[in-house]
């Protein structure tokens, strides 16, 4: 049958032979006489719809040779070099041994263990090769890398029979497989390839019935076959048997997942026609991925098993379950064929023959069976490879250049000199310890504060405000300024202010700014460590462990042995503030100002009074100099001073027994006019020294903790490193790089070396 019969327009070159095997390997090119049409990024939506709208719905088949047609595409078999492509990509990085970065469009096949998996890809390789058994024969994903090659002698018919023995070499010369973890070798035996998946399998999952995602590589060699890549996949499973583990239905099912839910992967869900598609296991699970179908080719096995007077019409018109690039059914050999060792070349021509001559299908007989699927597949994953090639390109070079620059940052497995090594180290830490303080350094954040600026947020937010919320009253009360002023004077009551009263409590509140002055050499203590942090982070000290321990614990150490000193100096100011207090401070509030300024504030409460004949007010009333108070008037109780509720007129008894005072005489009453007026003066004059004070140590404290915390590491890092690192006797172990560094080295190596030669690959195609 000729093809371009099939198609008008469409131009295809194909060997024909004895027998119905495939013989042609298309490949998707442009024709420069014809329009070409890019495939947008819809896939395959944009083709299967221009035929949609032009075939009648009981007519409409699944995405063939005429799609390519109607698209402005041309067919040469000859061509292969897409597909011939992404082999290559597949075989990089599975020799490197690293898992592959890139999605390479592949086409997966999914389906239960009874579906006719097997059956379907050794129709389509068109040679018995396939582990055979009970159970999950199919244990880790097989990448068939089918190549079509043109045949150098007579064409040799496929399959086992009496005359051929397909482990002669001389036989069966132009057809053969090679495995892509025996490189070199040869199989033309294809009863020995069986073998080697077998061996190979177990290597990796044992004797058990246990998988691994772990992919074999088999390339065939044919000129019976198209170029195509194929990933055949374990059949899925519901209930354990024999050996296998109890989760083996989700360990199945997560590794077909892992593969099918890639957007480049085309899905070949697998399904028997005897049973009902809604139950499809390869179906169901590819709608999980794929919800509307784009990407998904049904295949129905076991057609010519179906009961007699149904047929799969239905489903391949897309009535049942519609996918976009549709369905093909074909016949497979039964149980019996395949254990009398029956050609696969005599099943194609029975599968050939029954869909020519079944009422329902003759019509149709062209895109029915498996060569019609080979085609098929064959030209979608072309046309696949030519829409995301430029993904891939892009994808290739993009992850070369993030592992080439992880790699430099790994740096090599030995720079040089261990002694040359360590001091280029320390030489670089300590400048770039003095940078970040400076804010000099080159990643400057523009999210958050950093270095020498979180320094400064300490000194002049954290700090200054922590010293300005020192309230110097509200420890000391008014009755205990009271009862200081009379403790002061003595034996004697004092005629003005004391000055020892307010010394004693200005000294009290100022040693009161101790504690957040050291809260504040902790803070920036704090912050440094937190700098050596950020730097111990980098990718150079990831590398050596050792070395960054040692660095920790030098650094810090040398923080601490600075904090003693700038905390004795904090100590010192405070001490300096309390020791002696001037109060010929320029800023300073004097006893003269204070008392003026209190009486002010009592004059302005009193009322005025008024002379009723003028309405002028009237001058304040001068006391007699020599007025005294009478006895009467201090015994009339109006006097309430510090003593008076021990001499208050109720206790007469007591006034006249004269009673020694209790052992503890405490303030009592209420403050006289007298005592408030002391009282406030002194809070004035507490107030206004202690606010110099304040500013003071705002000022000092800062610049005490910059001269020996901050500047004097800054200044003295490098000798302190050289001191306590560079001894000849632990360079070496310093040096001793991390088991993550040289794994992950080793791993962005095989990267980089997988992905330059990607690179050259997919550069070769324009």
């Given at each position: 049958?000729?093809?371009?019969?099939?198609?008008?327009?469409?131009?295809?070159?194909?060997?024909?032979?004895?027998?119905?095997?495939?013989?042609t390997?298309?490949?998707?090119?442009?024709?420069?006489?014809?329009?070409?049409?890019?495939?947008?990024?819809?896939?395959?939506?944009?083709?299967?719809?221009?035929?949609?709208r032009e075939?009648?719905?009981?007519?409409?088949?699944?995405?063939?040779?005429?799609?390519?047609?109607?698209?402005?595409?041309?067919?040469?078999?000859?061509?292969?070099?897409?597909?011939?492509?992404?082999?290559k990509?597949?075989?990089?990085?599975t020799?490197?041994?690293?898992?592959?970065?890139?999605?390479?469009?592949?086409?997966?096949?999914?389906?239960?263990?009874?579906?006719?998996?097997?059956?379907?890809?050794?129709n389509?390789?068109?040679?018995?090769?396939?582990?055979?058994?009970?159970?999950?024969?199919?244990?880790?994903?097989?990448?068939?890398?089918?190549?079509?090659?043109?045949?150098?002698?007579?064409?040799?018919?496929?399959?086992?029979?009496?005359?051929?023995?397909?482990?002669?070499?001389?036989?069966?010369?132009?057809?053969?497989?090679?495995?892509?973890?025996?490189?070199?070798?040869?199989?033309?035996?294809?009863?020995?390839i069986?073998?080697?998946?077998?061996?190979?399998?177990?290597?990796?999952?044992?004797?058990?019935?246990?998988?691994?995602?772990?992919?074999?590589?088999?390339?065939?060699?044919?000129?019976?076959?198209?170029?195509?890549?194929?990933?055949?996949?374990?059949?899925?499973?519901?209930?354990?048997?024999?050996?296998?583990?109890?989760?083996?239905?989700?360990?199945?099912?997560?590794?077909?997942?892992?593969?099918?839910?890639?957007?480049?992967?085309?899905?070949?869900?697998?399904?028997?026609?005897?049973?009902?598609?809604?139950?499809?296991?390869?179906?169901?699970?590819?709608?999980e991925?794929?919800p509307?179908?784009?990407?998904?080719?049904?295949?129905?096995?076991?057609?010519?098993?179906?009961?007699e007077?149904?047929?799969?019409?239905?489903?391949?018109?897309g009535r049942?379950?519609?996918?976009?690039?549709?369905?093909?059914?074909?016949v497979?050999?039964?149980?019996?064929?395949?254990?009398?060792?029956?050609?696969?070349?005599?099943?194609?021509?029975?599968?050939?023959?029954?869909?020519?001559?079944?009422?329902?299908?003759?019509?149709?007989?062209?895109?029915?069976?498996?060569?019609?699927?080979?085609?098929?597949?064959?030209?979608?994953?072309?046309?696949?490879?030519?829409?995301?090639?430029p993904?891939i390109?892009?994808?290739?070079?993009?992850s070369?250049?993030?592992?080439?620059?992880?790699?430099?940052?790994?740096?090599?497995?030995?720079?040089?000199?261990?002694?040359?090594?360590?001091?280029?180290?320390?030489?670089?830490?300590?400048?770039?310890?003095?940078?970040?303080?400076?804010?000099?350094?080159?990643?400057?954040?523009?999210?958050?504060?950093?270095?020498?600026?979180?320094?400064?947020?300490?000194?002049?937010?954290?700090?200054?405000?922590?010293?300005?919320?020192?309230?110097?009253?509200?420890?000391?009360?008014?009755?205990?300024?009271?009862?200081?002023?009379?403790?002061?004077?003595?034996?004697?009551?004092?005629?003005?202010?004391?000055?020892?009263?307010?010394?004693?409590?200005?000294?009290?509140?100022?040693?009161?700014?101790?504690?957040?002055?050291?809260?504040c050499?902790?803070?920036?203590?704090d912050?440094?460590?937190?700098?050596?942090?950020?730097?111990?982070?980098?990718?150079?000290?990831?590398?050596?462990?050792?070395?960054?321990?040692k660095?920790?614990?030098?650094?810090?150490?040398?923080?601490?042995?600075?904090?003693?000193?700038?905390?004795?100096?904090v100590?010192?100011?405070?001490?300096?503030?309390?020791?002696?207090?001037?109060?010929?401070?320029?800023?300073?509030?004097?006893?003269?100002?204070?008392?003026?300024?209190?009486?002010?504030?009592?004059?302005?409460?009193?009322?005025?009074?008024v002379?009723?004949?003028?309405?002028?007010?009237?001058?304040?009333?001068?006391?007699?100099?020599?007025?005294?108070?009478?006895?009467d008037?201090?015994?009339?109780?109006?006097?309430?001073?510090?003593?008076?509720?021990?001499?208050?007129?109720?206790?007469?008894?007591?006034?006249?027994?004269?009673?020694?005072?209790?052992?503890?005489?405490?303030?009592?009453?209420?403050?006289?006019?007298?005592?408030?007026?002391?009282?406030?003066?002194?809070?004035?004059?507490?107030?206004?020294?202690?606010?110099?004070?304040?500013?003071?140590?705002?000022d000092?404290?800062?610049?005490?903790?910059?001269?020996?915390?901050?500047?004097?590491t800054?200044?003295?890092?490098?000798?302190?490193?050289?001191?306590?690192?560079?001894?000849?006797?632990?360079?070496?172990?310093?040096?001793?790089?991390?088991?993550?560094?040289?794994?992950?080295?080793k791993?962005?190596?095989?990267?980089?070396?997988s992905?330059?030669?990607?690179?050259?690959?997919?550069?070769?195609?324009?």
């Open positions: 049958m000729s093809t371009s019969a099939i198609v008008p327009g469409v131009t295809v070159i194909a060997k024909s032979t004895s027998t119905p095997q495939i013989t390997a298309a490949t998707l090119s442009t024709s420069p006489s014809t329009n070409s049409r890019v495939i947008n990024k819809e896939g395959f939506r944009s083709i299967q719809d221009q035929v949609d075939t009648p719905p009981a007519n409409r088949v699944s995405f063939s040779l005429d799609m390519a047609a109607q698209a402005g595409y041309s067919i040469n078999v000859n061509d292969p070099g897409l597909i011939t492509l992404v082999n990509l597949q075989d990089v990085f020799t490197v041994g690293v898992q592959n970065p890139i999605d390479l469009p592949q086409i997966a096949v999914v389906g239960s263990q009874s579906s006719g998996k097997s059956s379907v890809l050794e389509i390789v068109g040679r018995d090769f396939l582990p055979r058994g009970t159970g999950i024969v199919t244990r880790r994903p097989l990448i068939l890398q089918l190549i079509n090659r043109t045949s150098t002698t007579h064409p040799q018919t496929n399959g086992v029979n009496g005359e051929i023995k397909s482990s002669d070499r001389e036989s069966n010369v132009d057809e053969w497989g090679e495995f892509l973890h025996i490189p070199g070798q040869k199989f033309h035996d294809f009863n020995k069986r073998e080697e998946i077998v061996k190979e399998t177990e290597s990796k999952t044992g004797r058990n019935a246990g998988i691994s995602p772990a992919p074999i590589n088999l390339r065939i060699y044919s000129p019976n076959v198209l170029t195509l890549t194929l990933v055949d996949l374990p059949g899925l499973t519901k209930v354990p048997v024999g050996d296998q583990p109890r989760d083996i239905e989700k360990q199945i099912k997560d590794m077909v997942l892992k593969q099918i839910q890639k957007p480049n992967a085309i899905i070949l869900a697998v399904t028997a026609a005897n049973t009902d598609l809604a139950n499809s296991d390869g179906l169901k699970l590819a709608r991925v794929d509307e179908g784009q990407r998904t080719i049904g295949v129905l096995t076991k057609v010519d098993l179906m009961d007077g149904t047929d799969v019409v239905e489903i391949l018109a049942i379950i519609p996918l976009r690039l549709g369905y093909v059914p074909v497979n050999r039964g149980q019996r064929d395949i254990e009398n060792k029956k050609a696969i070349s005599f099943a194609l021509e029975n599968e050939k023959n029954f869909f020519e001559n079944h009422k329902a299908y003759r019509n149709k007989s062209s895109y029915c069976g498996t060569p019609y699927l080979a085609r098929k597949l064959n030209l979608i994953l072309m046309m696949h490879i030519k829409q995301t090639l993904d390109k892009a994808r290739i070079s993009s070369l250049q993030k592992y080439a620059a992880e790699l430099g940052t790994l740096g090599d497995s030995m720079l040089g000199n261990s002694a040359n090594i360590v001091l280029n180290i320390i030489t670089e830490f300590a400048q770039e310890y003095r940078t970040v303080l400076d804010g000099n350094n080159q990643e400057l954040s523009s999210v958050e504060l950093s270095g020498g600026a979180r320094i400064s947020f300490v000194f002049h937010e954290l700090y200054s405000n922590g010293v300005k919320a020192v309230d110097p009253f509200d420890q000391v009360k008014d009755i205990d300024i009271r009862t200081i002023l009379y403790n002061s004077s003595g034996s004697s009551p004092a005629l003005f202010v004391g000055t020892t009263a307010f010394e004693l409590i200005v000294k009290q509140q100022i040693k009161r700014l101790e504690e957040p002055s050291l809260k050499v902790s803070l920036v203590y912050e440094l460590v937190r700098i050596l942090s950020q730097l111990l982070n980098k990718q150079l000290f990831r590398r050596y462990p050792q070395l960054k321990e660095f920790h614990a030098v650094v810090v150490s040398f923080f601490k042995k600075a904090m003693d000193p700038t905390n004795k100096l100590r010192d100011l405070v001490a300096m503030e309390s020791c002696y207090i001037n109060t010929g401070h320029p800023d300073f509030l004097n006893g003269h100002r204070a008392m003026a300024i209190v009486n002010d504030r009592h004059n302005a409460a009193k009322p005025t009074q002379d009723p004949k003028t309405g002028k007010p009237l001058p304040p009333a001068v006391p007699p100099r020599a007025a005294s108070p009478s006895l008037a201090i015994s009339s109780g109006n006097e309430t001073g510090f003593f008076g509720s021990f001499f208050a007129p109720k206790n007469k008894k007591k006034m006249a027994a004269m009673e020694s005072p209790p052992p503890q005489l405490k303030a009592s009453g209420t403050l006289s006019e007298k005592e408030g007026q002391e009282v406030e003066v002194i809070k004035l004059l507490i107030n206004s020294y202690f606010n110099i004070t304040r500013r003071t140590m705002i000092m404290v800062p610049k005490a903790i910059m001269l020996t915390l901050v500047q004097f800054k200044v003295e890092m490098q000798r302190e490193l050289l001191e306590n690192m560079y001894r000849t006797n632990e360079l070496d172990d310093l040096l001793k790089e991390s088991d993550y560094t040289i794994r992950r080295r791993e962005c190596q095989q990267m980089v070396e992905l330059s030669r990607a690179s050259e690959i997919v550069s070769q195609v324009q």
